[in-house]
C-alpha cells in the first residue's frame, strides 16, 4: 500500500519515537484531536502544541508502535485503520508501566502543501 510521503515519514518518526522528526511533517497551524474511549480526549493547535505534545508523548511509552491495517487515499485527505501496540514505561491510570498493550484504532490525516494539516486519532 502506497501511503503519501509526509504519512509514511509521520508514521516511521512515532514508531521511533522522534518527536523532532514528527514535528517536521505538520504545518504551522496543525490541528491534532486523540479521542479516546477511555475518556481523556486531546485537542490542541499550532506547531509548538504539537511539539510539546510529541516530546512529551515519547517519555510515556518504553516502546509503541503503529501498523496500518488498510488506508484510503482521496485527493489530500487520508484514513488509516491502525494496529498499535506499546508498553508503559510509567503507570498511566489502568496502564500499568511495563505491561504490553494492543488496540485498534483510526486515523484521519489531512495534507496540504506536503504538510500534515490535521490529525484525527481515535483508539
Known sequence: MMLPAVIQRYL????????????ACVDDAVVFENVSNAGQS?????????AELAERA???????????????VQDDRVALEIDWTGIPA???GQLKAGEPIAMRGASFLTIADG?????VDIS
Open 58 to 72: 515519547t517519555t510515556l511509552f518504553a516502546t509503541r508502535h503503529q501498523a496500518v491495517r488498510t488506508a484510503v
Open 12 to 23: 516511521d518518526a512515532y514508531n521511533r519515537k522522534d518527536a523532532a522528526a514528527l514535528v
Open 115 to 119: 504538510k500534515l494539516t490535521r490529525i
Open 42 to 50: 486531546i485537542r490542541i493547535e499550532g506547531r509548538a502544541a504539537f
Open 90 to 92: 510509567i503507570d498511566l
